[in-house]
């Protein structure tokens, strides 16, 4: 790969137990590199050590052992833990948990002022981050008044106004509703095309089908990796270890067994729609 923007080497990551029980090996020696500017979901099950691969992504955890490269950077070198913090932004499942101010526009501000950015350059900032979100209006606003939708786009402004290279969302749709979830969808893809690298931890499998790589994690390694007509093509092998495929991927299968022909490589609705209008 050409130009990485992160590179995990031999990444083990254990949480230690409490007395008497053994560490949990959440992470078991993955090996990855994320390419500048792509789009990566990461699929699989409960448990499967999703969650704490983003979590060593930005330095929030530490590895036992291996290595987590941000920009070169290696994420252990305290004295560059803000560059890596800045460089690769979170937005997480719950968006009440990441919401810390009474008005909306001060909780964009929050990551800003603490990187002790002028407050002309906030200003800015805070303003195009809102923009980007389509909650400008809103800005005046207590987050506990907004929709669950709503919150989550203001912690995605947050993320957004520490002019991040990298954003890792973890689950980001999961507690939003359908109407919710196409807005936070919509402004994902955006910013990956305006050149932000996206890693997106799902359970939808849909929301995986417009992402330029899929990688499957299970019991803490990646089990498999490839684009989304790739991954999605094996079916069987998905369902196998208890994770859905996108509709559209489950539909064609069914016509294949009445012994309709159709591509194998159709992933979205869309395709499938297209396919069977042309
Ligand atoms: P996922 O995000 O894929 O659901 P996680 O990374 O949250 O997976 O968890 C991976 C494993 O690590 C699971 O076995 C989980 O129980 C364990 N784990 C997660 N967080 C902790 C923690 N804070 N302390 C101990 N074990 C944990
Ligand atoms: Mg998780």
């Not at 949480?15 to 020696?29: I, L, S």
């Not at 994690?217 to 490839?226: H, K, N, P, Q």
């Not at 309709?260 to 396919?275: A, G, Y």
Request: proline content about 4%.
């Amino acid at each position: 790969m050409n130009d990485s923007i992160l590179k995990i080497e031999n990444l083990i990551f254990e949480y230690a137990q409490y007395e008497d029980g053994e560490n949990v090996r959440a992470v078991d020696d993955v090996s990855l590199e994320i390419e500048r500017g792509s789009f990566t979901a990461i699929i699989g099950r409960n448990g499967s050590g999703k969650s704490t691969l983003a979590k060593n992504i930005n330095g929030l955890l530490l590895p036992t052992s291996g290595t987590v490269y941000v920009n070169g950077i290696d994420t252990c070198d305290e004295s560059q833990i803000w560059e890596v913090r800045q460089t690769v932004g979170m937005v997480f499942q719950n968006p009440d948990n990441q919401l810390v101010s009474t008005i909306v526009e001060d909780d964009v501000a929050f990551g800003p002022e603490n990187m002790g950015i002028a407050p002309e350059e906030i200003r800015l900032r805070v303003d195009e981050a809102l923009k980007a979100v389509g909650m400008y209006e809103h800005r005046k606003k207590a987050p506990h008044l907004l929709s669950g939708g709503q919150k989550q786009r203001i912690a995605i402004a947050g993320a957004i106004a520490m002019k991040p290279e990298c954003i890792v969302f973890d689950e980001p749709t999961a507690m939003l509703d359908p109407s919710g979830r196409r807005d936070v969808m919509n402004i994902i893809k955006d910013l990956n095309k305006e050149g932000i690298t996206v890693v997106l931890i799902t359970h939808f499998m849909e929301e995986a089908a417009s992402a330029d790589r899929v990688i499957i994690m299970d019991r803490g390694v990646i089990l498999a990796d490839g684009t989304p007509q790739e991954i999605f093509k094996e079916s069987d092998k998905i369902r196998e270890i208890n994770l859905d495929v996108p509709l559209a991927v489950n539909l064609a299968d069914r016509l294949r067994k009445n012994g309709i022909d159709v591509p194998q490589n159709i992933i979205s609705t869309e395709e499938l729609i297209e396919w069977v209008l042309s």
